[in-house]
């Protein structure tokens, strides 16, 4: 087996974000095909727990971050994952396994990418997002004009350093057509394929029912900027007008680190749950999911685990690119409050069409998004990108 070297700003176990999910279930796929050696920044790295990655991979290596580096307009994340242990890490010998592919995850990571081809390996960076796409829709969004300058330069800030340190890498995956697109504008010559995020159907078993309560659900990781903005314009905005037209409606805004105006929408007709354990309880009680951001790039990996539970969902449109979603068929779409919020009163009255729209979801998750069929097509990738490269990679 050829040996595979994964590089991570973040240890993925527990999995309590998108990010952190995509890569342990592409890190359990990719151990059918490779010898996996797991590399992870940490601010201290005696407290990661690896979980199951201890038994998948050959060795697993927690590293300090820092100190802090960097040319001074590269974005705070870049400057904040330069680790001094990675690059004796990378420069000492790869935990005594030559690596034939580095795969980075994250655009940040991307610095490291000079050091993975020096150990001639062929270098893989996965683009969970793009960050200057989702940092300049945020600037169009931003009315303050302070803030909205302060947006361009960080979506200058990344586009520079997106720009700079992509190209050194062999080949680009992005988990949204949008993201593929927006690179290849400005890098045409560099090699992106987008591949779909992966779903363990079996982890994720459908679990809705038709006649289930007045509840609509909310997911997200409230460290992540769009998930704080689009809960509170749900129940700040949407809310009220659900409440009005459906007086028993329950709202439950669910995730980890809810920020202090989250935890300050909780009422009687909203819970504030903060992180669960396991959201299959959730999805199993709620009528619906709602799905308000407008914001980011890559894919919502919340909005699939959704979608193969079986559930349906009300989303505005950028919340699903990436998912082959079709008004009316699949999902609701909406982008205005007063739409928004009739969607939901929609659904939650038509017990039919909540049934409709989630068994297509679930086939939906079953045709693009199973995480052996995505395994496969990963490893397939790889192998033709080093058939492609010189003898020196093989």
């Not at 974005?75 to 030559?98: C, F, I, K």
């Not at 505005?316 to 990436?322: K, N, P, R, S, W």
């Not at 979603?325 to 659904?347: C, G, K, P, V």
Request: positive net charge; charged residues 20%; hydrophobic residues 45%.
């Amino acid at each position: 087996m050829r040996s595979l070297h994964i590089l991570s700003p973040v240890a993925p176990f527990p999995p309590l974000s998108g990010g952190t999910a995509h890569i342990m279930r592409t890190t359990r796929q990719l151990a059918r095909f490779y010898r996996l050696h797991f590399a992870a920044l940490a601010n201290d790295p005696a407290q990661v727990r690896w979980g199951p990655l201890a038994e998948l991979c050959a060795s697993t290596h927690a590293l300090r971050r820092g100190p802090a580096r960097g040319r001074f307009f590269d974005p705070p994340a870049v400057r904040q994952e330069y680790s001094a242990e990675l690059h004796t890490y990378m420069n000492g010998g790869w935990a005594g396994d030559r690596p034939e592919i580095v795969q980075l995850e994250f655009t940040s990571m991307a610095q490291y990418a000079r050091l993975a081809c020096a150990a001639g390996a062929l270098v893989v960076c996965v683009a969970h997002n793009v960050g200057f796409l989702a940092q300049i829709r945020r600037a169009r969004l931003e009315r303050e004009r302070r803030l909205r300058a302060r947006r361009w330069l960080g979506a200058l800030s990344l586009w520079l350093y997106e720009l700079r340190a992509l190209p050194h890498c062999h080949l680009v995956i992005t988990l949204s057509d949008a993201d593929k697109a927006a690179l290849q504008r400005w890098l045409p010559h560099l090699p992106t394929e987008y591949v779909h995020s992966a779903i363990d159907l079996d982890e994720w078993p459908v679990c809705f029912s038709a006649d289930a309560s007045n509840e609509v659900l909310f997911v997200g990781n409230y460290l992540h900027p769009p998930n704080v903005e689009g809960a509170l314009w749900l129940a700040r905005e949407v809310w009220p007008l659900v409440r009005q037209a459906q007086p028993n409606a329950r709202l439950t805004l669910a995730g980890r680190d809810p920020t202090p105006a989250i935890r300050a929408l909780a009422a009687p007709d909203i819970r504030v749950p903060g992180a669960v354990d396991d959201l299959r309880a959730l999805y199993a009680r709620a009528a619906l999911v709602a799905a308000p951001i407008f914001w980011g790039s890559g894919v919502r990996i919340k909005l699939l685990e959704a979608l193969a539970c079986g559930m349906p969902v009300v989303s505005t449109a950028l919340a699903a690119e990436g998912i082959d979603l079709r008004h009316d068929q699949s999902a609701l779409f909406a982008e205005q409050a007063d739409t928004f919020a009739a969607a939901i009163h929609r659904l939650l009255n038509d017990q039919q069409l909540r049934s409709q729209l989630g068994v297509a979801g679930r086939a939906i998750a079953e045709r693009d998004y199973s995480a052996n069929r995505i395994g496969e097509q990963l490893a397939a990738l790889y192998e033709r990108q080093i058939e492609l490269k010189p003898a020196a990679l093989r």
